[in-house]
């Protein structure tokens, strides 16, 4: 039965909050933000219908208290949740809260996020089902390692390289290459550690090193009838300290014959834990073809906006539509029918180019790149701050093409059009590596940034080139720059979103 949702609450902020609460005007959905201190400001506050505060600037003790949340939408009669990503978007006991508390989550049922959270639950789920895992051991009885000697045990039978992973883990947080036995005693109790302050969870378990793999994701999506989709892959191979950077959709690498063989490896997985909503399995692809289970993605992706555009859908909104109980807009014959072209996205966030450490700041001058098949996805401003205490992602900047090296080439011509001035970014970075041989001919793996890092640091005339290209560009636009120029010198107060938005309040 249909479920119809009146007024969701969106239990994030930045970009992904500005994404969701789109979607909702588009369908005559109420919106409702949640903000700390810091993101007063903020356009996810500007954008909602209603804004609600939670409190103090970091997120330990504003976005990620459930509490909060729950005690939001009661006040602004939010009828569902969005929890987007990050924060908590993958808490099992948020969505039993909100369940509770009579409130739709927009996601995967809670029993599903817990068979899915622990990787070493997730590894014997999907093995049951049949998709491949990458060969390891998940310690006694399956339950993680105690000590570094059974984990050497483990780790000799398995083979060297070995992997040290923290089953609650995500990010590279508690994660440690071993080359040898000589170095596992160290690397355990270094990996125990961090997956301890990280995630409350030291339990680690063990993975054979698979060398030079490409990491590929497949996007799935079930709904309440009992309708499992994918829809395609992603390559997410371009990664630093196992964060992605840079994604694309299709992979270069992945067939057709590939594609359906993943795809049905990974809708296994969902249907082996009854998945309902977005989620994606990710995997590790090797060079002789074979692919192998790394875990399950229990929401939407960051990268998702690259799978909206080969296929023109908004996911977000089928989302809403699963939550209302409606069946699939589409079958997997229809999907595999409209997906058209090739995109990539690269994340652009405030940081030093070659450090690759966060450069939070005020943003004084800050121009979009624009024109055909061009999509930015951000939740900053000109004037804005960005803060010490989140992730520091500007924008997702995404665009299409007929073909992957006219996508390449549109997003090398957007790179360059974009400019962030007051805190340094990763732009540069980006350039460089849109423009490598290795990435053009699609032949890159995960190690890609680690070995190329010499060549993809930003150089001294790196900035002069940008800058004569855009004074080109400036040039035949002087009213937009002159108009740019007179935003940066004046409040730092966000211009409107939508002249459409008025009356917002905060309650």
Same mark, same amino acid.
């Given at each position: 039965?249909?479920?119809?949702?009146?007024?969701?609450?969106?239990?994030?902020?930045?970009?992904?909050?500005?994404?969701?609460?789109?979607? /909702?005007?588009?369908?005559?959905?109420?919106?409702?933000?949640?903000?700390?201190?810091?993101?007063?400001?903020?356009?996810?506050?500007?954008?909602?219908?209603?804004?609600?505060?939670?409190?103090?600037?970091?997120?330990?003790?504003?976005?990620?208290?459930?509490?909060?949340?729950?005690?939001? /939408?009661?006040?602004?009669?939010?009828?569902?949740?969005?929890?987007?990503?990050?924060?908590?978007?993958?808490?099992?006991?948020?969505?039993?809260? /909100?369940?509770?508390?009579?409130?739709?989550?927009?996601?995967?049922?809670?029993?599903?996020?817990?068979?899915?959270?622990?990787?070493?639950?997730?590894?014997?789920?999907?093995?049951?089902?049949?998709?491949? =895992?990458?060969?390891?051991?998940?310690?006694?009885?399956?339950?993680?390692?105690?000590?570094?000697? &059974?984990?050497?045990?483990?780790?000799?039978?398995?083979?060297?390289?070995? &992997?040290?992973k923290a089953a609650a883990g995500g990010g590279g947080k508690g994660m440690r290459l071993v080359a040898d036995e000589h170095d596992l005693a160290n690397a355990f109790d270094s990996a125990k550690r961090e997956a301890t302050a990280a995630f409350g969870d030291g339990t680690?378990?063990?993975?054979?090193?698979?060398?030079?793999?490409?990491h590929i994701e497949i996007q799935v999506f079930g709904d309440a009838h009992g309708n499992l989709v994918h829809l395609g892959e992603r390559d997410c191979s371009i990664q630093r300290r196992h964060q992605k950077v840079v994604?694309?959709?299709?992979?270069?690498?992945?067939?057709?014959?590939?594609?359906?063989?993943?795809?049905?490896?990974?809708?296994?997985?969902?249907?082996? =834990?009854?998945?309902?909503?977005?989620?994606? /399995?990710?995997? &590790? &692809?090797?060079?002789?073809?074979?692919?192998?289970?790394?875990?399950?993605?229990?929401?939407?992706?960051?990268?998702?906006?690259v799978t909206e555009m080969i296929y023109g859908l908004d996911l977000v909104s089928w989302q809403?539509? =699963?939550?209302?109980?409606?069946?699939?807009?589409?079958?997997?014959?229809?999907?595999?029918?409209?997906?058209?072209?090739?995109?990539?996205?690269?994340?652009i966030y405030a940081e030093d180019p070659v450090k690759f450490l966060p450069s939070p700041g005020r943003i004084t001058h800050l121009r979009i790149p624009d024109g055909p098949y061009v999509r930015n996805d951000s939740g900053c401003y000109e004037g804005a701050e960005i803060p010490v205490h989140y992730d520091p992602m500007i924008s997702k900047l995404v665009v299409w093409g007929e073909d992957r090296a006219r996508a390449v080439a549109r997003m090398r011509r957007a790179l360059d059009e974009y400019q962030v001035r007051g805190i340094e970014t990763n732009l540069p970075f980006h350039r460089r590596c849109l423009r490598h041989p290795e990435f053009v001919a699609g032949e890159y793996d995960t190690g890609f940034i680690g070995r190329n890092a010499a060549e993809l640091h930003p150089r001294a005339d790196d900035a002069e080139l940008v800058a004569a290209i855009c004074a080109a560009v400036l040039e035949g636009d002087k009213p937009a720059a002159a108009s740019s120029s007179a935003r940066s010198s004046s409040t730092t107060s966000p211009p409107p979103i939508s002249s459409e938005i008025s009356g917002w309040r905060r309650s």
């Open positions: 039965m249909s479920r119809p949702i009146r007024r969701v609450l969106v239990a994030n902020r930045g970009e992904i909050a500005v994404r969701v609460m789109r979607t /909702c005007r588009e369908r005559g959905i109420e919106t409702v933000a949640v903000y700390s201190d810091v993101d007063r400001l903020a356009p996810h506050v500007q954008l909602a219908d209603r804004a609600v505060a939670i409190g103090p600037a970091p997120a330990a003790q504003s976005y990620l208290v459930i509490e909060k949340i729950i005690a939001a /939408c009661q006040a602004s009669g939010a009828d569902a949740v969005h929890p987007g990503y990050g924060f908590l978007s993958e808490n099992e006991d948020f969505a039993d809260a /909100c369940t509770a508390a009579g409130i739709t989550f927009i996601g995967p049922s809670a029993d599903s996020m817990r068979r899915m959270g622990s990787k070493t639950e997730a590894r014997k789920t999907v093995t049951a089902a049949g998709t491949p =895992v990458v060969p390891g051991d998940n310690g006694p009885e399956g339950n993680g390692f105690p000590d570094a000697t &059974l984990a050497l045990a483990a780790a000799k039978k398995i083979g060297f390289p070995v &992997l040290i680690v378990y063990l993975e054979k090193a698979i060398q030079r793999p490409r994604e694309e959709a299709p992979s270069p690498v992945v067939s057709a014959e590939l594609r359906a063989r993943m795809g049905a490896a990974a809708v296994a997985a969902a249907r082996a =834990v009854h998945y309902l909503g977005a989620g994606t /399995c990710e995997f &590790l &692809l090797g060079a002789d073809g074979s692919f192998y289970f790394l875990e399950m993605n229990t929401r939407l992706q960051v990268e998702h906006p809403l539509d =699963v939550a209302e109980g409606k069946p699939l807009p589409l079958t997997q014959a229809e999907l595999d029918a409209r997906r058209r072209g090739h995109a990539v996205e690269c994340r």
